[in-house]
C-alpha cells in the first residue's frame, strides 16, 4: 500500500519561511506526477504545485509562483516545498498528492494518493 506523510509544518510570521515534505512509500513516487495542495478553512481544495515524475518539470499556481519552490528527491523518496516571504493568507492544511499519471495535474479528480496533511499558520 502506498503511503504518503506530510511534516515540517508549523507557525511562522508573515514573511518567514517553511520548508514542508512528504514521505512516500511504494514505487508510485519515481513513476507519478506529484503534487502540493491546500484547503483553508471553509474554502475549496486548490493546487498549488507540481512536478512530473522525473523532476525536469513543475508547475505553480499564480497565488504562490515566484515564492514558494517544489522539488522531488527520488534516492531519498522525498517530495518537498519550501516556502518562502509566506503571508497570512498562505495559512492552510497543506496535502501531499500523486496523480494517477506521470504528469502532475491541477485537478484533485485526477489524484491517485493523498496524504494527511501538515498545518501551516502564517501570523499577521
Known amino acids: 500500500q502506498v503511503q504518503l506523510v506530510e511534516s515540517g509544518g508549523g507557525l511562522v510570521q508573515a514573511g518567514g519561511s517553511l520548508s514542508l515534505s512528504c514521505a512516500a512509500s511504494?514505487?508510485?513516487?519515481?513513476?507519478?506526477?506529484m503534487d502540493w495542495f491546500r484547503q483553508a478553512p471553509g474554502k475549496e481544495r486548490e493546487f498549488i504545485a507540481g512536478?512530473?515524475?522525473?523532476?525536469?518539470?513543475?508547475s505553480y499556481a499564480d497565488s504562490v509562483k515566484g515564492r514558494f519552490t517544489i522539488s522531488r528527491d527520488h534516492a531519498k523518496g522525498t517530495l518537498s516545498l519550501q516556502m518562502n516571504s509566506l503571508k497570512p493568507e498562505d495559512t492552510a492544511v497543506y496535502y501531499c498528492?500523486?496523480?494517477?499519471?506521470?504528469?502532475?495535474?491541477?485537478?484533485?479528480?485526477?489524484?491517485?494518493?493523498w496524504g494527511k496533511g501538515t498545518l501551516v499558520t502564517v501570523s499577521s
Open positions: 512536478i512530473n515524475w522525473s523532476g525536469t518539470s513543475t
Open positions: 511504494g514505487r508510485t513516487f519515481s513513476t507519478n506526477g
Open positions: 498528492a500523486a496523480s494517477y499519471g506521470n504528469s502532475a495535474t491541477m485537478n484533485s479528480q485526477n489524484i491517485q494518493y
